[in-house]
C-alpha cells in the first residue's frame, strides 16, 4: 500500500461468474501498481478462493454476507438486505475506506444501493450509466445505457452535463460536442419529449450538436456524447453486443483464419463495453458487464481507479452546479441562500 | 448523522421524530427544510416512489440506534403515506 493507492471495493458475489472469475480479476488488477483492492463478500468464501490460488492474505476483505439475485426487484431486495455485497461495497466508499466500488450483478441493485447509500450530487434528480463506446474515430460516451427508463427532458439535460463533463476528463475532449439520440438529425424529428429536451439542451452551457442517429455511437466522428433515455441507450448498447456477436460469428464460418479478425471485435465484446461509471452520485462507482471475465473485471477495477485520479466525480459535481443555478434563477431564487 | 447522538438510546419524541424526517425529505427533494412542514404531501412535494424509498433509507439510519431490534419501515406502508405527518407517525410507531 501506498500513501497514492486508490481503494477500490470489489463485489465477491456480483457476476456470472463469481465468485471465481471475481477473485481472478481482483488479483489481476492488485498486481497494477496504486490499486489496492477490498474484495467485498463472505470472508470464509473469500480466504477459500485466494488461499486455492496462492494468494492466501493477498486481498483486504470486507465481510458481507448476502447477495441480490439478478431475478430480484432491485429496489425491493436491496431495502430488504442491509448486509447485501453491493451495498457494504457502497458504505465502503461513503465512509472513506474505499474510493471506489466496482459490481458486476444486478446493475439496477448497485445503481440504487449507491443511490440509498451515498446520495445524489446537488442537481441531480437520478444518477446515468455511461458507457464508453471504442467508435471508429475515437470513442464516444453513451448515456444513460440504463439506469433509468422512464426520463423526461430535465434528466435528459442532466445527462447531457454529466456525460459532457465525463468526456472532459475521460476522453481529453476540452469543448465535448453533445448529441441527442433521435430518429434523425433533422430538426422536426423526435417525439415529444425529445423535441423538449432538445430546446433546454441548446440553453445549457453545453457544445450541443442536436439530434444525433445511433450511427453517431459508433463512428465517433459526429459528437463526444451521445445523450438517451435509458431504455433507448440501453436498447442501443445490447444492440451493438448483438452487432458484435453476430460479426464475431460472421467472420468465424466465412474465414479459414478468423483469429485475429475475430480477436480485432474484443474491444467491442460485452464484457468489454459493460464497464461503465455511474454518473451523478457522489463516490465512483463502475458497473460491469454480467458475463466479464478475469479481464473485465480487471478492467472495471482500472476504470474506477482512474476515474477517481481524474478526479471525475468532483468535475461532474461541478457541470451539475450549472444546472442548479438554472433552476434557481428560473424559480426567482438566484443570489439567494438555499435556506 | 441528525442532532440526535448515537450514544443516546432514549426514544426520540415526535418534533425530533418530524426533525428527521423532515431533514430526509429536504436532502433527497433538494428543498430548503423549512419549507417542508408537517402537512407537506409528497405528491405536491414531486416525491416519486422512489424517492420516498430514498426518504425512507435516511429515516432508517438515522433513527437506527433507538432500535436495538431493527428499524424497518416496510415498503407496503412506504407506498400509503401521504404526507410527512403520516410518515413521522409511521416511525413513531414502527420504533
Known amino acids: ?339 | 448523522m441528525s442532532a440526535m447522538g448515537k450514544a443516546s438510546v432514549d426514544s426520540p419524541d415526535r418534533d425530533q421524530v418530524f426533525a428527521v424526517v423532515r431533514d430526509a425529505v429536504a436532502t433527497v427533494l433538494e428543498r430548503p427544510p423549512s419549507s417542508v412542514t408537517w402537512d407537506s404531501d409528497f405528491a405536491e412535494l414531486q416525491a416519486d416512489s422512489l424517492a420516498l424509498v430514498e426518504v425512507a433509507e435516511i429515516v432508517e439510519e438515522r433513527l437506527a440506534p433507538y432500535a436495538p431490534e431493527g428499524f424497518h419501515i416496510p415498503d407496503e406502508e412506504l407506498e400509503q403515506l401521504r404526507t410527512v405527518g403520516e410518515a413521522v407517525t409511521l416511525a413513531l410507531a414502527r420504533l
Open chain 1, 1 to 339: 500500500m501506498t500513501a497514492s493507492s486508490v481503494r477500490v471495493a470489489l463485489d465477491l458475489l456480483g457476476g456470472d461468474g463469481a465468485p471465481d472469475v471475481v477473485v481472478d480479476g481482483a488479483l489481476v488488477a492488485a498486481r497494477e501498481p496504486g490499486v489496492e483492492v477490498i474484495l467485498v463478500g463472505p470472508p470464509d468464501l473469500a480466504a477459500d478462493l485466494l488461499k486455492a490460488r496462492g494468494a492466501a492474505g493477498a486481498l483486504e476483505v470486507e465481510p458481507a454476507t448476502e447477495s441480490v439475485d439478478m431475478a430480484e426487484d432491485p429496489v425491493r431486495a436491496v431495502r430488504a438486505k442491509r448486509d447485501a455485497t453491493v451495498r457494504v461495497a457502497a458504505r465502503l466508499v461513503r465512509d472513506g475506506r474505499a474510493d471506489a466500488a466496482v459490481s458486476a450483478g444486478s446493475t439496477g441493485a448497485f445503481v440504487v444501493a449507491s443511490v440509498f447509500t451515498l446520495g445524489r450530487l446537488p442537481g441531480v434528480t437520478r444518477p446515468a450509466i455511461a458507457v464508453t463506446v471504442p467508435a471508429t474515430h475515437g470513442p464516444v460516451v453513451l448515456l444513460d445505457a440504463g439506469a433509468n427508463v422512464e426520463c423526461g427532458a430535465d434528466l435528459l439535460g442532466q445527462f447531457a452535463l454529466a456525460g459532457a463533463a465525463y468526456a472532459v476528463t475521460r476522453l481529453g475532449r476540452p469543448e465535448p460536442r453533445v448529441g441527442l439520440l433521435s430518429n434523425g438529425t433533422e430538426p422536426g424529428k423526435g417525439d415529444a419529449l425529445r423535441q423538449e429536451a432538445s430546446a433546454l439542451l441548446a440553453q445549457l452551457p453545453l457544445s450541443y450538436a442536436g439530434y444525433v442517429e445511433s450511427s453517431a455511437v459508433t463512428t465517433g466522428d459526429v459528437v463526444d456524447v451521445v445523450v438517451a433515455d435509458g431504455f433507448t441507450g440501453n436498447v442501443l448498447l445490447k444492440g451493438l453486443e448483438g452487432m458484435q456477436a453476430l460479426a464475431r460469428e460472421t467472420l468465424v464460418r466465412a474465414l479459414d483464419d478468423p483469429d485475429d479478425a475475430v480477436s480485432a471485435l474484443e474491444p467491442l465484446g460485452a464484457d468489454r463495453l459493460g464497464g461503465a461509471l455511474l454518473l451523478g452520485v457522489p463516490g465512483t462507482i463502475v458497473i460491469g458487464h454480467g458475463s466479464s471475465g478475469p479481464e473485465a473485471i480487471a478492467a472495471c477495477v482500472r476504470l474506477a481507479a482512474e476515474s477517481v485520479r481524474e478526479r471525475v466525480v468532483p468535475r461532474v459535481a461541478e457541470a451539475m452546479a450549472a444546472l442548479v443555478a438554472r433552476r434557481r434563477a428560473e424559480a426567482g431564487l438566484a443570489g439567494a441562500t438555499q435556506e
